[in-house]
T-cell receptor
Framework: GESVGLHLPTLSVQEGDNSIINCAYS??????FIWYKQESGKGPQFIID?????DKRQGQRVTVLLNKTVKHLSLQIAATQPGDSAVYFC?????????????FGTGTKLQVIP | KAGVTQTPRYLIKTRGQQVTLSCSPI?????VSWYQQTPGQGLQFLFE???????NKGNFPGRFSGRQFSNSRSEMNVSTLELGDSALYLC???????????????FGSGTQLSVL
């Protein structure tokens, strides 16, 4: 069946270092991918997205890479800060019969060590 | 523009009771989705409503139901509560539910339900 999974459930990173969070997806028909950040006590919030016709997109301190060949998505956070500590979810969107179906990964917890 | 609003923020119920959660989407958003989130689990999709009609449904028992009103506000109901229903219930809105436009979801802060 369709699934989106993460390689690492918990990632600990020293403050100032770069973080890389990975995500594997199984549906080659997915055409839109999003990373969300969920802080304690809050709902997930949009970080960055990428369409399937791109392989890289940059935001402020964040970069998303898409490798369609191996169905892999990654989120890179530069100069990780304590405020980056959260759970990160990847999500894939697929147009299924005119409906945009969204499938979320299981999440990776990022812990920033001061 | 106000974000997605969910009420109440916390709920404590006992087994066998029923509960209703409310969600007000971002103004102009017509699609509302509901998710269940438990510790160690990802976001489990419950259902999505658009124009007062359920458009898609996840793999949850019939005890979980929802509806959407003409102003796009949505409610979800869980009947005959079980201990395993304890979770954070998240609501998310987006402009539409289909078409060629890819849209991100905007989430509320959720309702934390505890079943004793």
């Amino acid at each position: 069946g369709e699934s989106v999974g993460l390689h690492l459930p918990t990632l600990s990173v020293q403050e100032g270092d770069n973080s890389i969070i990975n995500c594997a997806y199984s549906n080659s028909a997915s055409d839109y991918f999003i990373w969300y950040k969920q802080e304690s006590g809050k709902g997930p919030q949009f970080i960055i997205d990428i369409r399937s016709n791109m392989d890289k997109r940059q935001g402020q301190r964040v970069t998303v890479l898409l490798n369609k060949t191996v169905k892999h998505l990654s989120l890179q956070i530069a100069a990780t800060q304590p405020g980056d500590s959260a759970v990160y979810f990847c999500a894939e969107n697929m147009n299924s019969g005119g409906y945009q179906k969204v499938t979320f990964g299981t999440g990776t917890k990022l812990q920033v060590i001061p | 523009k106000a974000g997605v609003t969910q009420t109440p923020r916390y709920l404590i119920k006992t087994r066998g009771q029923q509960v209703t959660l409310s969600c007000s989407p971002i103004s102009g958003h017509r699609s509302v989705s509901w998710y269940q989130q438990t510790p160690g689990q990802g976001l489990q999709f419950l259902f999505e409503y658009f124009s007062e009609t359920q458009r898609n449904k996840g793999n949850f028992p019939g005890r979980f139901s929802g509806r959407q009103f003409s102003n796009s506000r949505s409610e979800m109901n869980v009947s005959t509560l079980e201990l395993g229903d304890s979770a954070l219930y998240l609501c998310a809105s987006r402009l539409n539910f289909g078409g060629a436009t890819n849209e991100k979801l905007f989430f509320g802060s959720g309702t934390q339900l505890s079943v004793l």
